[in-house]
């Protein structure tokens, strides 16, 4: 269980990148009074949360119904996450835990970003949703460790909250060297666990029989 916890929360932390998350949304709202910093957070956290806990119940059932495979869902998510975690080993901006710049953009002419791109890009990314899926179908037919998972999540959107409301004294305090320094630690972890993935699914299909 210990271990289900460390790989979920090292996952979703991955994915979800709140450190990078902070800078964006620090630099995005310079010009926004403290109070409205505070309501964009808190908004873009919530709505966040209940997107990822959607993705994370109910994304196995919708999979099932278009005739997608566990094994499937494993290798096509491994990729996926290795794609994110080579960028994040690079610091790289990637388009699946981060705004493209034509999302940037448009942010930048929006004076509530709560939903968009903050909840939406920034924090339920695509690859934040792909892990979320992934995590509980690999827990499946397992209620406590389907628990733990989205205890992980929900543990994360906290601190990804914390880091938001505090996200001007985090950027000064840690600088671009050390947030890109944690980036790429656990762009090797992510990498590793994608891997893994991918190799489970290849030996849960049918291609390697006979």
Do not use: C, N, W, Y
């Not at 827990?139 to 001007?168: P, S």
């Amino acid at each position: 269980m210990l271990e289900t916890a460390i790989v979920a929360f090292t996952t979703f932390f991955a994915t979800v990148g709140p450190l990078d998350v902070a800078a964006m949304f620090a630099a995005m709202t310079t010009r926004a009074t403290a109070k409205a910093r505070r309501g964009m957070a808190l908004r873009g956290t919530f709505i966040a949360t209940v997107v990822l806990l959607t993705f994370a119940v109910a994304g196995d059932t919708v999979l099932a119904s278009l005739g997608i495979s566990l094994a499937a869902l494993r290798v096509a998510g491994g990729i996926l996450l290795l794609l994110i975690a080579v960028d994040m080993v690079f610091a790289r901006s990637s388009g699946g835990v981060s705004t493209t710049d034509d999302e940037a953009r448009e942010a930048r002419t929006k004076q509530d970003i709560a939903v968009f791109p903050l909840a939406t890009p920034l924090i339920a990314g695509p690859g934040a949703m792909g892990a979320a899926i992934l995590l509980m179908a690999d827990a499946e037919g397992d209620v406590g460790l389907q628990a733990i998972v989205v205890g992980a999540l929900l543990a994360l959107m906290l601190l990804t909250l914390a880091l938001l409301l505090l996200a001007v004294q985090v950027q000064r305090l840690l600088g671009v060297t050390a947030m890109h320094v944690i980036s790429r630690v656990f762009g090797v972890l992510l990498s590793a666990l994608a891997v893994q993935f991918i190799f489970d699914g290849i030996r849960q299909s049918t291609l390697l029989a006979g």
